[in-house]
């Protein structure tokens, strides 16, 4: 007996093309379901997307603060320090011309300003210029006028210094300019002053 007549027939294997071409038949509940499920997970894709975007913002958000904390966090303490600033200033002017028994210690006294400006510079803290500059009535009292025909732009004399701790004005400076400004209006209106906060009342009185 042949072995030949006894194997069964069989068509060829259904090809790839095939098995994708096949359809699958759902039930109208089955579909809706499956539909429903769709968009629930398209809404929690959503729901992702922005919670990750508002994580993002809260972290640059917190960035900014943190920076503006460690900016300013000693200003109180740089503040207290002005009038210091301001008692070497008169000590060393007060002085004069040393002479030969008093030139070690005038020049001690310098080293220390110097050391406690340098200090305090690299906490951000920077001396306004005034003399022969413009008036800037964001940045700058007047305390006294030159009188004559002076310009009222330009100052002439600073009576107490001003500084700023970074791009925030810590105290006015006072000075004296030529004549009487004619532009001492309101300062709120100005753009220049968008990002310069205005001095302390209590700091003008040192």
């Avoid at 000590?91 to 310098?110: C, N, S, Y």
């Avoid at 330009?154 to 970074?166: F, K, P, R, S, T």
């Avoid at 006015?172 to 400004?181: H, L």
């Amino acid at each position: 007996m042949s072995l030949e007549n006894e194997m069964p027939e069989s068509g060829p294997a259904p090809g790839p093309s095939e098995a994708a071409d096949s359809e699958i038949t759902l039930k109208k509940s089955e579909y809706q379901n499956l539909l429903a499920r769709l968009q629930e997970l398209e809404a929690l894709r959503e729901k992702l997307l922005r919670s990750a975007a508002d994580f993002e913002n809260a972290k640059k958000r917190l960035a900014r603060e943190k920076d503006e904390f460690l900016k300013f966090c000693q200003e109180n303490l740089i503040r207290e320090m002005l009038p210091v600033l301001d008692n070497f200033e008169r000590a060393l002017a007060h002085a004069g011309e040393p002479g030969a028994g008093q030139r070690t210690w005038v020049d001690g006294i310098r080293m220390v300003q110097k050391q406690i400006e340098g200090i305090l510079k690299q906490h951000g803290l920077k001396r306004l210029e005034t003399k022969g500059k413009k008036f800037d009535l964001h940045l700058h009292e007047v305390v006294a006028h030159a009188g004559g025909d002076g310009n009222d732009e330009v100052i002439v004399d600073e009576i107490q210094a001003g500084y700023l701790l970074h791009d925030r004005l810590l105290r006015a400076a006072k000075v004296r300019v030529g004549s009487a400004p004619a532009h001492a209006g309101d300062a709120s209106k100005d753009p220049k002053v968008k990002n310069i906060k205005p001095a302390d009342p209590s700091s003008l009185d040192h």
